[in-house]
Nanobody
Framework: QVKLVESGGGLVQAGGSLRLSCVVS????????MGWFRQAPRKEREFVAA?????EYTYYADSVKGRFTISRVNTLYLQMNSLKPEDTAVYYC??????????????????WGRGTQVTVSS
């Protein structure tokens, strides 16, 4: 059974940084396309960033481009810089199809973590 566990969330002031981590167990991490999504209160879950199974290709939502960086080295990371209050949300990591591309399509992801809270104060 594939399990994803996020960590690294917390409370930070606007302009600050956080790094989220996601550990995958029970599956072959290196073969999965991976993504980060987030969900703010009373809003739909939205795409943040994705990385292909090889790590060669990345893809970002326009709202985070230039501020967030997704990477993978045995663990999935999301480096978040220049944080804004509108980045406040629960952040989820997700594992997609084996040998898949970086994608924003939620239905392409088969496994999800429980999320980690990120709160950015103004």
């Amino acid at each position: 059974q594939v399990k994803l566990v996020e960590s690294g969330g917390g409370l930070v002031q606007a302009g600050g940084s956080l790094r989220l981590s996601c550990v995958v167990s029970g599956g072959r991490f290196s073969s999965y396309a991976m993504g980060w999504f987030r969900q703010a209160p009373r809003k739909e879950r939205e795409f943040v960033a994705a990385v292909s199974w090889s790590g060669e290709y990345t893809y970002y939502a326009d709202s985070v481009k230039g501020r967030f960086t997704i990477s993978r080295v045995n663990t999935l990371y999301l480096q978040m810089n220049s944080l804004k209050p509108e980045d406040t949300a629960v952040y989820y990591c997700a594992a997609g199809g084996q040998y898949g591309l970086a994608t924003e399509i939620r239905e392409r992801y088969s496994y999800w973590g429980r999320g980690t809270q990120v709160t950015v104060s103004s």
